[in-house]
């Protein structure tokens, strides 16, 4: 028998010079051996590199591209790192799986849904679809003769988020919504009958697509042992803002061959109001106990002084992997830190400041303010719209285009002109069993009385009322209660006050699933109000600068510049040249409901670090000494914890001039 050996190959040659790439930090992580390994990717250190030339290694390995398994956040973040790898290497880079886990869970429950008895041809609704079906669930289960039962929308977030932290409706909602307390058992039924019928009608929600995916792994060894056994290497991007269950299934489609390589920054973890779980990427090294754990420290952001701030400030957590961020030796000019008398000098003080670096040649589309809350931003939105700055909103909608503001709004106008028949049709319809018919007969009434609020008293009213109107429509006259032209007239912010305790406050309640933003926003509106001396010129001044607003968002689409207003969630992963951070009061930024809560304190720690870091060139810090707030009149607020922890030399004072 003639024998023949087999010789060991002369080493991996690829056709990639890395080191020329990467710098030492990413180029440890692209190069490290199988096993399970932690990237700690600092803000601006360039992460989507480190993943994109690490699927780009194992390609050029002898990795099988359909062996690859990659797990973002996004469909369009996959594409461009698959794309990127590509531009890379020849060969086969498109036959990764790379896709969101829901887009991954989808591909899964196609082929093997069978074995859970889900059919393959099963439907996946979109949000309105479930909405609707969680209103069917409601209607048989007879929950809305009770007027203040929370809407579709709302009851959709709290099943939707108890399946993403596994956790029981009972804990999400003391967690989350503790004024649905009340219907907490309502809900859970609600629950077990909406499952039942997706079951039953061969569908799934955007939250089944993982939930049944696990499943799956979990109820099925022989496919979990396909799968995990297909995928050599597992790499998942963003993994600080994994759930429980996206965990859980990464470590179920690893466990065969533990090749997984997380990549992620717990600095920048502030996503657990979305049910985000922080504990996934602190305690992953527990998990696997022979974890490599890389750093990516250098940032390609941010000037020096930017970044000393920053590290002096996240060094006060306690619970975090301890690393410190360098700039390529870019100076520039120490953070501003600037005390504003009020808010209204705050808004003035950004708006000119934008105007003075426009003039010193910054485009404008390199200039954004953010701010922990949507409401922070109305006064700026007031102040930049009489300056005729545009602006692009990126935390929601423009400040008096969102409904609830409508709402208050067509309230005073409506007291204060009889004749406003658009005002009366948006506030009657509010009331539930009213619909555009009946509210317009109810106007007819309304309009030709002598006493158009006296009217709304009446019962002749009930006349014209369908039986599910009449059954609501005193709550409606609640709210109508006590309000008079003449007092509404000389008090905009206290009949604002009035509408919401009067049953408006209920309204946000059954009706939208960020009730506190919501009323926040409608006490910074009642704040607001107290700039004018009448109701009247409140209105009236509302009215020219919201037509304004639509004039300037027709330049903006025509021109493409605009500097931008954004939440500091909505910032993240973002970057501009010159940043201002407002609100940086206690209270305000962090939130008051994580005040005196060390895990919620040091989140929002992480949300402040996140907002730092978007700064390129200049930062600024904002805070009003003086604030208004409904109950307490006018206070003088602390600046925030986070603003006294910061070293005097990480920063310049800046004082204000009238």
Known sequence: MK???LKSSSGFAPSIDYSSYLNDEQLAAVTSEDGASLVIAGAGSGKTRVVTYRVAYLIEKGVDPSRILLLTFTNKAAREMIHRVELLIKGEARRVWGGTFHHIGNLILRKYGSAIDLSSSFTIMDREDSKELIESCVAELKLRADKMFPKGNVLMDVIGYAVGTERTVADE??????????YTDEIEAVKKSYELKKREMNLADFDDLLFLWKKILVDVPAIREKLSSRFLHVLVDEYQDTNR???EIVDLMASTHKSLMVVGDDS??????????????????????????????TNYRSTDEILGLA???IAFNSRQFTKVLNSLNRKGSLPALIPLKNLGQQAEFIAQRILDLVDEGVPMKEIAVLYRSHYQSMDLQMELTRRRIPYEIRSGL?????????????YLRAILNPMDEISWMRILKLTPGIGSVTAKKIWERVKTSDHPLESIMSDDLKKVLPKRGKENWESFQCSMQGLDEENVEHNPA???RQIVQNGYDMYLMKSFENYEERKEDIEQLSNYSNNFRTTQEFLSDLALLTNVQAEDIIEDDEEGEAIVLSTVHRAKGLEWSRVFILGLTDGGFPSSKSMGDLEKEEEERRVFYVALTRAKDELYLCYPIMDNRWYDGAIVKRPSLFIQELPEYTYEKWEIEE
């Not at 909602?173 to 503790?178: K, L």
């Not at 920048?268 to 504990?279: P, V």
């Not at 423009?398 to 067509?410: L, N, V, Y």
């Open 398 to 410: 423009r400040f008096f285009e969102q409904a609830h503001i409508k709402d208050m709004i067509s």
């Open 494 to 496: 206290e009949t604002i």
């Open 311 to 313: 590290n002096e400030s």
């Open 173 to 182: 909602i003391e967690e989350q919504y503790p004024h649905l307390a009340l």
């Open 268 to 297: 920048q973890a502030i996503y657990s109001f979305r049910g985000a779980c922080f504990d996934n990427i602190i305690e992953f090294p527990e998990r696997y106990h022979d974890t490599k754990t890389f750093q990516l420290t």
């Open 3 to 5: 024998k023949y050996q």
């Open 245 to 247: 269950i996206q965990a």
